[in-house]
């Protein structure tokens, strides 16, 4: 069985606003109660007529610096502190309401998300079934390695990173994911960071418009311009984004998988091939 917790949403929950981190963006969601087995759907209610998105897999489209799934030109960006807090708190099965191209960023945490869903949640009985890594399966791109190994129960993320920047440089994490409580304490109220040198460039390429010190961690020439939660703040924060990626699955995960400086779409790419060739089912249990 899968060590993750389980719970039901049983009510809407209140309405989360804010601006996107990328577009800067007008930015509101509602998460409602979905029908049982129907996953995570984000439903554009912003567009003429509402249109909806399943966070699946098989409609993930990650981009540079974020996470995001799209069909055509039907696009939600940046869902992985959401998606994040929803995998970690075992809500398998949710409607998005969401007004805009993506979520509002609001502090850059998971923190908001995790506290308005656990209100309108209740623990509900374990699934029935869960995906298990059947056998290895290794990715590398560049510097960036995706490793997924078996485990004999739950999931262990093994996350890593390495800066250049002295201030961050190298950080590791490994986290056993189980009870809410850890999540809600470790990792949902660790920050989306960036580098003060790169804020140019990436203005540049239309990204982090919506940036600023109320929603980015900012790390300078010595060190962060803000007080951090965590001695290790960013690579918490890189194991949050890795879990709403491993939310795409549409399930629990049983296993280990050890990131080392991995990007969006590698961790995609690694789960998308395990999937297509074995390494990685889903198992339904008794």
Not at 90 to 102: K, M, N, S
Not at 164 to 190: H, K, N
């Amino acid at each position: 069985m899968s060590t993750l917790p389980s719970r039901r949403l049983v009510r809407p929950t209140r309405p989360l606003t804010g601006i996107g981190l990328h577009r800067a963006l007008p930015a509101r969601l509602v998460v409602e109660p979905g029908p049982p087995g129907g996953g995570v759907t984000f439903t554009r209610v912003d567009l003429s007529p509402p249109a909806d998105l399943p966070a699946t897999l098989g409609f993930a489209r990650p981009a540079a610096r974020r996470s995001r799934v799209a069909d055509g030109p039907l696009s939600v960006e940046t869902p992985e502190h959401l998606l994040g807090a929803l995998f970690a708190l075992g809500i398998a099965d949710a409607r998005v309401l969401l007004h805009g191209p993506e979520p509002p960023i609001l502090d850059g945490s998971a923190a908001p998300f995790a506290e308005v869903l656990l209100a309108a949640s209740v623990p509900s009985p374990p699934p029935t079934g869960a995906w298990v890594v059947e056998r290895p399966s290794i990715q590398v791109e560049g510097e960036g390695r995706c490793e997924l190994a078996r485990h004999p129960a739950g999931l262990v993320l093994d996350c890593r990173i390495e800066f250049a920047a002295p201030t961050i440089g190298r950080q590791r994490l490994t986290l056993t994911v189980g009870p809410s409580e850890l999540f809600v304490d470790r990792i949902a109220p660790a920050r989306t960071f960036g580098l003060l040198s790169d804020a140019a460039w990436l203005r540049r390429q239309g990204l982090a418009l919506g940036a600023g010190p109320n929603n980015v961690l900012v790390f300078g020439e010595h060190g962060p311009l803000a007080p951090l939660r965590f001695p290790d703040e960013p690579v918490r924060h890189k194991a949050l984004d890795a879990l709403g990626d491993l939310a795409l699955l549409g399930g629990p995960l049983r296993g280990r998988v050890t990131l080392t400086r991995c990007s969006h779409r590698l961790l995609v790419t690694t789960l998308r091939r395990a999937v297509a060739s074995g390494a990685l089912r889903r198992r339904r249990e008794p």
